[in-house]
């Protein structure tokens, strides 16, 4: 695939152009969106448009990390099949609002996330975010009260099991913390039985 593992700046409108001319199926690692937060939709379902946006970043970085294509449409085996671009203008306060509401609505914060505007002419626009393979997992998403542990399960995301949830946690950063924790109490225990002899030494001696 063109884009697989390029950062947004690394991607070009011809790496774009090349995923309709190949027919690229959507897969764990690239998901295309024709639209996303239509100022014309009722407000119930820009509200469900945002939960399922930062659900899907989470899902990204909770798994292999990808990209998310916003403005190219998918023909009904979910192959991408022509571009639905915006205007500049529209693409780059479409990027900043996605942006905000991942920095909002996503613990731990996902590091090296990119959302930008993307060119392919001075016409037409679209919007890639690009999700890293996180160092940070397990993340959830937070919005209006629901609260989300997504993994990317084929071209598709899905909840995370409680196991997954918890064995995330445990191969995380959060393993280093218990693992110094641990070696730290290992070695105050070595101190604190070395401190016990000598004491033990110098009672007998006294005695």
């Known amino acids: 695939m063109p884009i697989r593992g390029k950062l947004v700046t690394e991607i070009s409108p011809t790496d774009i152009l090349d995923l ?3 027919r690229t199926p959507e897969d764990p690692f690239l998901e295309f969106k024709a639209e996303l ?6 407000s ?3 509200d469900i448009d945002r939960a399922d946006w930062v659900a899907d970043l989470v899902a990204f970085a909770n798994s292999g990390g990808g990209h998310i294509i916003i403005g190219m449409e998918a023909d009904d085996q979910e192959r991408a099949s022509a571009l639905r671009p915006m ?8 990027a900043s609002t996605l942006r905000d509401l991942a920095i909002a609505h996503i613990k731990p914060h ?8 993307f060119e392919m002419t001075s016409d037409d626009w679209i919007v890639i975010a690009a999700i890293p393979d996180s160092q940070g997992k397990p993340h959830m998403s937070s919005y209006n009260q629901g609260t989300r542990f997504a993994v990317r399960d084929g071209n598709r995301k899905r ?3 409680y196991g997954e949830i918890q064995d995330s ?11 110094r924790f641990m070696s730290e109490v290992e070695s105050i225990n070595d101190r604190l039985g070395n401190l016990e002899r000598d004491l033990l030494n110098i009672f007998r001696k006294v005695n």
């Open 20 to 22: 309709i001319q190949q």
């Open 37 to 42: 937060l239509d100022p014309r939709k009722p």
């Open 44 to 46: 119930e379902r820009l």
């Open 87 to 94: 205007v500049g203008y529209d693409a780059k306060k479409l």
């Open 110 to 117: 996902v590091d090296q996330l990119e959302v930008h505007s």
């Open 159 to 161: 909840e995370m099991t």
């Open 169 to 179: 946690y445990l191969k995380g950063p959060q393993q280093h913390l218990l693992s």
